[in-house]
């Protein structure tokens, strides 16, 4: 009985999994890291090689708050995320739910053509864009930012809602019109909700990138529809005359907003849902 | 899946439009999504297109192709397409490599195993200009990282993390790793644990299993985690300025195109540029899927088994 | 009665080592987490033996031929092939050839690359595995689709496939894992024939995990009963299916009417038995039943005699509520006047509320010590 005194492995895990930990570890360590010294940095009165700030104060997010416009920044940003968002779901429940559903010649064509915004990189798009943007007066307005955050906004709502109607027996929906619902009805009093976790989940995540998108706001954004990303961008780029603990401040504050949606979203998906894959 | 061809056909439609209905009918729910494309992408694309194809100023009397032959033909603009490979390629290399062993082992339940993707996936929310901002800090000659490895008695000076290559590369390195590692999740999620055991039962040791039968199945995620790996570090260009060197090394293909367009105002050689940019990620992302086939033959199923 | 091993071909000729293939299984258990999967699993399977574990599902026994297998690692206990325990030795050095439930083929390489896998693990060379693969294919009767992929055969196929990848590499062991559950009525009784044959072509030691009593009744030399991680009783198909040791057993077998009784006198042989409500039966004890004690006793539909008021000229009077016609007899629900319903097979039809007297062959009605 030697061999049953010996402590059980747990074979089919092929291996213990201690690296697991420490990969994640020395990643989250150097996230944090950063993190930090731009947190810590944002709340010190002054910080000169030591390990930790000389002191602390609130004065630079006074400061960020009233010379960088913070608090109008911040709701440009909202405005922008959620039009974004509910705009991208509006055009984007219906095509999900055509695509997940029915089969169509050109469909697959269609798909390519719809996924092709998230391949190509948003300045190649982007400028000429803009530049029609600006040729139709909406160059630098707040409508404008919206308009071209839609576009790889709105592929990414078809693709990763595409597998949530997927998921639906088509048998409910047959069984909804054997007792008398029309194809809208089906829709509204059926699939969207039985969808609508899955289309709120997406809404979250379409949330985190837009607020974290970068290029194509910054082509078109003018000085009254900067998002927070781009402001940053601009403090950071002229920050020669600029306190490097105010740019933290804002920094920070971007930080938290982002952090607060995807932990948000990370509540009600799962990380493996918010993938695409695209069906072939 | 069986498709319900005449959705929308309602019970008390005239025969005329139910006929149409059957035909056009899938289409109507579509079209907003596909207008809202082809109007805000496919145009401006074909708009730039177009317009690259149109020099102005001084490249006006050079033909057509004057701006691409201008853009080739300076060093100073040449040289970004080779900033911004030396930086996409091993970065997403370096995040494939990283990713793949924990996107595999993480799709079987691991203690603390929702944390961990909540560690791994965070980083999204800093975006490039976040982490570049924290990185001048941190990775600063007075920076925690610079303070460690001097009290550990690793380096003498201060290293130079930021301002140059090594930065970007760092600020990229980060920024990217969440996207391919949920790319990767997903794919390893999907395939059947038991093809692995199958292998072992044949006799497969573990190098077997993942060179025969774990890394062909996860070949068509390695792709797709490769392709968007590549596409957002190639055209990402804030942490090219903020943390790296814009006026040498760092100077991307992106960086080359915005100075065009709005340092310059020339957008005719902007859209070009963008337009060699895009030749460059079709062709890539062209190169990935070729491997995939070789990697991975037969039928386009799932591994699902 | 494992009469095959005797019947294979000169077995004292100087077989190969792995051709032997005898399983002891001594004291496998398996926990997981605050579930008892396995306790204390004893099994000896002798060389070609073909065997089946059977129970209802969560019984353990996939937990036990996953241990076999070396993908579950049991908490204790060995496990002896020829002698030599392998309870810790990897699944890849077993050589034991594993049929899957889901059949597990490798979806991106064609069926021919499927089967010669195990081949190439074991360096047998390309030539070698290029013929054995067609000769186990042909085994199958898939010698023309070596270049399909799994997605593009059926279900009845792509279990032929699965099969083909575990013979061909000669294992020692068999192991099957409810390979025919995925599959339609008319396949799986066609796929049954097959297994039989190769099984008997090949004399390979098989086990055989399956919840389809029919199956392990046609397939087994001998059927181990599992329940709750134990194994309750271990014999041939007419072993378990005429004596079974417990009302546990005797329901899987089709022993569908099952009361609880007092036992009120067991003595040679013979056990009377009273049913709450005052019904009175002579049955055959089991082992284990006690006199004065409970006990549960079985009988078979079609053990239950019916007869007409003028037929029999003693029974139990009852009246037949309902009946169902399954093909080659009736099936009726009677319930006796005392309250007892009944469940009978008879050859006639009778009318639903006709008055019929039941008569119980006493060798037929099975008396158990309660579970």
Redesign the interface.
Same mark, same amino acid.
């Given at each position: 009985?030697s061999?049953?005194a010996?402590a059980?492995?747990?074979?089919?895990?092929?291996g213990s999994?201690w690296?697991?930990?420490a990969?994640?570890a020395a990643?989250?360590l150097?996230?944090a890291?950063?993190?930090l010294?731009?947190f810590l940095?944002s709340i010190a009165s002054s910080w000169?090689?030591g390990?930790l700030p000389d002191g602390y104060t609130m004065r630079w997010y006074r400061f960020a708050l009233a010379e960088f416009n913070l608090g109008y920044v911040l709701w440009v940003t909202v405005v922008v995320g959620v039009s974004v968002t509910v705009l991208s779901l509006i055009?984007?429940v219906?095509?999900a739910?055509?695509?997940a559903?029915?089969?169509?010649p050109g469909r697959a064509p269609?798909l390519l053509?719809?996924v092709?915004?998230?391949?190509?990189?948003?300045?190649?798009?982007?400028?000429?864009? $803009?530049?029609?943007l600006y040729a139709a007066h909406l160059g630098g307005s707040l409508a404008g930012v919206i308009?071209?955050n839609?576009?790889p906004a709105?592929?990414f709502a078809?693709l990763i809602m595409t597998p949530f109607f997927?998921q639906i027996d088509?048998n409910l929906?047959?069984a909804a019109r054997t007792l008398?619902a029309?194809?809208v009805q089906?829709f509204r009093r059926v699939l969207l909700p039985i969808a609508l976790p899955g289309v709120l989940a997406a809404g979250l995540l379409i949330l985190?990138r837009a607020? $974290?998108l970068?290029?194509l706001t910054f082509?078109v954004s003018g000085a009254r529809s900067q998002t927070l990303?781009v402001a940053?961008?601009y403090t950071?780029?002229a920050a020669g005359n600029r306190p490097?603990q105010a740019?933290?401040a804002m920094?920070v504050v971007?930080?938290v907003t982002?952090?607060v949606?995807?932990?948000a979203a990370?509540r009600f998906i799962n990380?493996?849902?918010?993938?695409?894959?695209?069906r072939? | 899946?069986?498709?319900?061809?005449g959705?929308?056909?309602?019970?008390?439609t005239a025969p005329r439009a139910r006929r149409g209905g059957l035909r056009w009918g %899938?289409?109507v729910?579509?079209a907003?999504?596909?207008l809202?494309?082809l109007v805000?992408?496919?145009?401006?694309?074909a708009?730039?297109l177009a317009?690259s194809l149109h020099p102005i100023g001084a490249l006006a009397r050079g033909g057509m192709l004057a701006n691409y032959a201008a853009f080739f033909g300076t060093p100073w603009e040449r040289a970004s397409i080779w900033n911004t490979l030396r930086l996409a390629v091993p970065v997403s290399a370096l995040d494939l490599a990283?990713a793949l062993?924990?996107a595999y082992?993480?799709r079987?339940p691991?203690p603390?195993q929702?944390l961990?993707?909540?560690?791994?996936?965070?980083?999204?929310?800093?975006?490039?200009?976040?982490?570049?901002?924290?990185?001048?800090?941190?990775f600063g000659p007075?920076?925690?990282?610079n303070?460690a490895l001097l009290a550990l008695h690793l380096v003498r000076m201060p290293v130079q993390f930021v301002h140059n290559y090594t930065g970007v590369f760092i600020s990229l390195a980060?920024a990217d790793?969440p996207a391919v590692f949920?790319?990767l999740?997903?794919?390893a999620?999907?395939v059947d644990p038991r093809l692995e055991?199958a292998a072992r039962t044949l006799g497969a040791g573990?190098w077997a299993r993942l060179r025969r039968v774990t890394l062909p199945l996860l070949a068509p995620g390695i792709a797709?985690a490769a392709?968007?790996s590549f596409?957002a570090t190639?055209?990402?260009? %804030?942490s090219a300025?903020?943390v790296g060197e814009p006026a040498g090394s760092t100077r991307v293909i992106?960086l080359a195109?915005?100075q065009a367009?709005?340092e310059q105002f020339d957008?005719p050689r902007?859209?070009a540029i963008?337009?060699v940019?895009?030749a460059i990620?079709?062709v890539f992302?062209a190169l990935v899927l070729a491997a995939r086939n070789r990697a991975y033959r037969g039928p386009?199923i799932g591994g699902r088994g | 009665m494992s009469a095959r091993p005797a019947a294979e071909p000169a077995p004292s000729a100087p077989a190969p080592a792995r051709r032997i293939g005898r399983l002891e299984v001594r004291?496998l258990s398996k926990r997981f987490a605050h579930v008892v999967a396995l306790s204390n699993f004893d099994l000896d399977v002798q060389s070609g033996e073909f065997i089946s574990l059977l129970g209802p599902s969560g019984c353990g026994k996939s937990t036990a031929l996953n241990c076999l297998a070396?993908?579950?690692?049991?908490?204790?206990?060995?496990i002896l092939l020829d002698g030599e325990?392998l309870?810790?030795v990897?699944p890849e050095r077993r050589g034991f050839g594993v049929v899957f439930q889901s059949y597990a083929l490798f979806p991106h390489m064609t069926v021919a690359r499927n089967v010669a896998f195990g081949l190439e693990m074991m360096g047998v060379r390309p030539e070698a595995v290029a013929e054995r693969v067609r000769q186990a294919l042909a085994l199958v009767h898939l010698e023309d689709l070596g270049d399909r992929y799994p997605a593009q055969l059926s279900g009845g196929q792509q279990q032929r496939v699965a099969l083909a990848r575990a013979l061909v590499i000669e294992p020692r062991l068999l192991l099957m894992d409810e390979p025919l559950s995925n599959l339609d009525a008319k396949l799986r009784l066609e796929m049954r024939l097959e297994i039989r044959r190769l099984h008997q072509r090949l004399g390979l030691t098989t086990l055989y995990v399956t919840h389809d009593q029919e199956e392990a009744l046609s397939l087994s030399d001998r059927i181990g009963l599992m329940k709750d991680g134990v194994l309750r009783q271990v014999g041939t198909p007419e072993e378990v299916y005429l004596h079974p040791d417990t009302a546990f057993v005797a329901n899987f077998f089709g022993y569908r009417n099952v009361f609880r009784v007092h036992a009120d006198a067991v003595h040679d042989g013979r056990a009377t038995v009273t049913i709450p409500g005052g019904l009175r039966l002579e049955g055959t004890p089991r082992s284990g039943v006690r006199q004065g004690a409970d006990a549960v006793a079985a009988v078979r539909p079609e053990d239950v005699e019916v007869g007409g008021p003028g037929g029999v000229d003693h029974g139990i009077p009852a009246t037949v509520e309902f009946a169902e016609f399954v093909g080659d007899a009736f099936e009726c629900s009677v319930t006796a006047d005392a309250g007892v319903v009944f469940v009978v097979r008879t050859p006639d039809r009778w009318a639903q509320g006709a008055r019929v007297l039941l008569r119980v062959d006493p060798s037929r009605l099975l008396v158990f010590p309660p579970e």
């Open positions: 009985m061999a049953v010996r059980p492995r747990a074979r089919t895990d092929g999994s690296w697991v930990y990969a994640v990643f989250a150097l996230v890291g950063i993190f010294s731009a940095n000169f090689g390990w055009l984007g219906p095509a739910y055509v695509l559903r029915h089969a169509f269609l053509l719809l092709l915004p998230m391949l190509v990189p948003p300045i190649t798009y982007g400028i000429p864009l $803009a530049a029609m308009v071209v839609i576009v709105l592929p078809v997927e088509p929906e047959r008398g029309g194809p089906v985190v607020i $974290a970068f290029e082509l990303v940053l961008y950071a780029f490097a740019i933290d920094a971007y930080m982002g952090l949606v995807l932990l990370l990380p493996v849902n918010m993938v695409i894959r695209v072939q | 899946m069986q498709r319900a061809a959705a929308r056909v309602g019970p008390g %899938p289409l729910p579509i907003p999504a596909l809202v494309v805000l992408f496919v145009y401006p694309f708009y730039g317009l990283l062993p924990l082992r993480l079987r691991l603390g929702r961990i993707t909540a560690l791994l996936v965070i980083p999204m929310t800093l975006g490039t200009v976040l982490l570049a901002e924290g990185m001048i800090e941190f007075a920076g925690w990282a303070k980060i790793f949920l790319v999740l997903g794919y999620s999907g055991q573990w797709a392709a968007l596409v190639f055209s990402v260009f %804030p300025v903020l992106a195109a915005w367009a709005y957008y902007a859209s963008a337009m940019m895009a990620e079709l992302v386009t | 004291g070396g993908l579950v690692e049991p908490d204790a206990g060995r325990d309870a810790r990897p």
